[in-house]
């Protein structure tokens, strides 16, 4: 188990049993949790911190500011259990990751994954579904 703790808080969990490539960039800014048994290939990204808010129904910062200048904005990101992310990954704030997800490589992850699904592209999008009665991958 790997953490980063602030105080009594936690703000980056990493699973047993975890396997990391290179150049994997982590921001926990408020919380990153990831499960067990996850495989990761090299240069993912995964951040649960904005330069700003730009979710409609909140207020929203001005693009006369600069994006530095912005106040940050925090949204926790979780991946489940036996989770494989594969090469230059980009997961962004308040994304969950169900378990036994695959991640296609080059994939931006701007939505919620379901549990036992396979994303793949930009952004990414189901493409196949495990059904557990025949115990196959079907297109979605």
Known sequence: MFDITQ??????????????????HIAAGEKVIIGNN????????????????YKEGLENDSPDIPPDRRLLATDPVIIGNN???????????????????IVGANSVVT???????????????????????SELWIKS
Do not use: F, R
């Open 7 to 24: 105080g009594n808080y936690k703000k980056l969990i990493i699973g047993n049993n975890c396997k990391i490539g290179d150049y994997v």
């Open 83 to 101: 989770v494989w992310i594969g090469e230059n990954v980009s997961i962004l704030s308040g994304i969950t990751i169900g378990d036994g997800c």
């Open 111 to 133: 939505k919620n994954v379901p549990k036992h699904t396979i994303v793949a592209g930009v952004p990414a999008k189901v493409i196949k579904v495990w059904n557990k009665e």
């Open 38 to 53: 996850c495989l990761m290939a090299s240069k993912i990204y995964i951040s649960d911190i904005s330069h700003g808010c």
